[in-house]
């Protein structure tokens, strides 16, 4: 089912015949977007009236499993979308369709794309066949090239961030390393590896700091500083609550949690 009501109307725009070919697509959550745009190509391609979980056509099944041949995904290779991916999916897509109705590619990432394979892709573009479409998915389409992003049609498809309910494991981690951080001291950034041995998701570390986040902002010093654990100053206490709502922030942004680990301890022990 298709959850952004943007990309809703792409489906009503396509029944219409109205719909463009190339799509650049801003998105707070490229995975519920990715799995929406994989629901307007079943729309597009199914061979039958499309419905909800359409298991009647194989069509549908093949792009559920991934393995429609007319339909591309491209993923950065690395830190950069390069410039053979570019011309190999131009390749696969020189011919018609096979067995589908059109060519399709997504492409993850869209700001990924350096100067070689964006002008690869602008050929691509330019070249339009009435039976290709193109996906392009980003986080913040004002960090894609200009040139991509002046010949797509941008559409913005926002999703309500669901949060999952927090472990208990997760508590009792954020717990434990309170207590290192406050009681045990000194052991600088050294435990640090406990947590990340724990190979925790990214998801998962953000509930892990809001847990801390929400006791130092609320019951530290009447819940804890009985359980051995000192008093802090109300200006120790903000400092606090200000570091770990910045690594609320990173974590959102970066995938290095050994860095931002080792910034959270370093910057408790700076003075304030
Ligand atoms: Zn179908």
């Not at 696969?92 to 589908?100: D, L, T, V």
């Not at 999952?164 to 508590?171: G, L, M």
């Not at 609550?241 to 970066?254: A, D, F, K, P, W």
Request: aromatic share 8%; hydrophobic share 40%; glycine share 2%.
């Amino acid at each position: 089912m298709i959850k952004n009501e943007n990309v809703l109307g792409l489906v009503k725009k396509f029944n219409e015949n109205k719909m463009s070919h190339v799509f650049l697509m801003e998105t707070n959550d490229k995975t519920a977007l990715l799995s929406d745009i994989l629901e307007l190509c079943k729309v597009m391609n199914c061979m039958e009236t499309f419905q909800n979980d359409c298991n009647h056509c194989n069509l549908c099944h093949l792009i559920d499993t991934e393995t429609l041949p007319s339909l591309k995904i491209i993923v950065p290779d690395g830190q950069v979308i390069k410039k053979e991916q570019m011309e190999e999916l131009k390749n696969a897509f020189a011919y018609k369709p096979y067995i589908a109705k059109f060519n399709i590619y997504i492409i993850e990432d869209a700001e990924k794309f350096n100067r070689e394979s964006a002008n690869t892709m602008l050929k691509f573009i330019e070249e339009p066949e009435q039976d290709l479409y193109g996906f392009l998915i980003t986080n913040n389409k004002e960090n894609v090239i200009e040139t991509i992003k002046s010949r797509c049609e941008i559409v913005k498809a926002i999703y309500s961030i669901q949060e999952k309910p927090i472990s208990e494991k997760i508590v009792a981690l954020a717990n434990q390393y309170l207590y290192q951080l406050e009681v045990e001291k000194g052991l600088s950034i050294v435990y640090n590896k406990g947590i990340l041995d724990e190979n925790l998701e990214k998801e998962e570390l953000i509930q892990f700091f809001k847990v801390l986040l929400d006791i130092y902002s609320n019951d530290f010093n009447k819940n804890y500083a009985n359980k051995g654990f000192p008093k802090l100053t109300e200006r120790e206490l903000l400092k606090r609550i200000g570091l770990t709502n910045e690594m609320i922030e990173r974590l959102n942004y970066n995938v290095n949690i050994n860095l931002v680990l080792d910034s959270f301890v370093l910057g408790l022990e700076e003075e304030v």
